[in-house]
């Protein structure tokens, strides 16, 4: 897969290229391939996903609304919560081989969260969960914020408000990079045309 990729997420349709998509798991390869488009049909959850120049899915993330049980929490997180709480599931995050090794993981994830912070301001909710596949995967959960749950399992969650709050800082990051870049170039010499129509570096 040569073409660039488009790195912001877009709802999974049935004009979008699946069967080209090879993820490291062959579970997470084979369930987009075959129950993605089921899944959101039958409303249990969505897929989002990456795709390159010629539609083909390059990375996909899927969110459905769950319900989180306090007994989960640690007690310094749990304490004044009901006895269970809205929350919504990212269930499934996968990257193409092809973009393997590119430090996308994290960019992908964040698309996840934007989504799904999203939906908690129009429908509430106070927690994101995921299931990592595997311990490489709860590893880097745990880097980008995630909390283990009680008794050490691969299921994780984060706050929305926390999730927020670290999308904000990550966007005014961007922004202050930005605008460095754009004061480097301002500040470069600038060719200036001479009467004789030479040109002076300034």
């Known amino acids: 897969m040569d073409e660039t990729p488009q790195l912001f997420a877009s709802l999974l349709e049935p004009h979008h290229q699946t069967d080209t998509f090879k993820s490291s798991n062959d579970e997470l390869t084979t369930w987009l391939q075959r129950s993605a488009l089921l899944a959101q049909a039958k409303g249990t959850g969505r897929t989002y996903v990456w795709t390159d120049d ?16 306090r007994e989960i929490l640690p007690k310094n997180a749990g304490h004044g919560e009901p006895e ?51 311990d490489n995967a709860a590893g880097f959960y745990k880097h980008h914020g995630f909390k283990a749950e009680v008794g050490g399992g691969r299921r994780l969650f984060f706050k929305v408000s926390q999730a927020i ?10 922004q202050a990079a930005r605008s460095g870049t754009q004061q480097a170039t301002a500040s470069r010499p600038r060719a200036v045309e001479r009467e004789d129509h030479g040109t002076l570096t300034a």
């Open 165 to 174: 709050e670290s999308l904000g800082q990550a966007m005014k990051r961007e």
């Open 54 to 69: 010629a539609n083909r899915v390059v990375a996909y993330f899927t969110v459905s609304p769950t319900m989180l049980h």
């Open 84 to 134: 269970t709480l809205p929350a919504y599931l990212i269930g499934r995050l996968a990257l193409d081989e092809s973009l393997a090794g590119k430090g996308l993981g994290g960019d992908l994830l964040r698309s996840a969260l934007e989504v799904t912070c999203n939906a908690s301001q129009l429908a509430g909710g106070r927690y994101i969960l995921v299931d990592a596949i595997d």
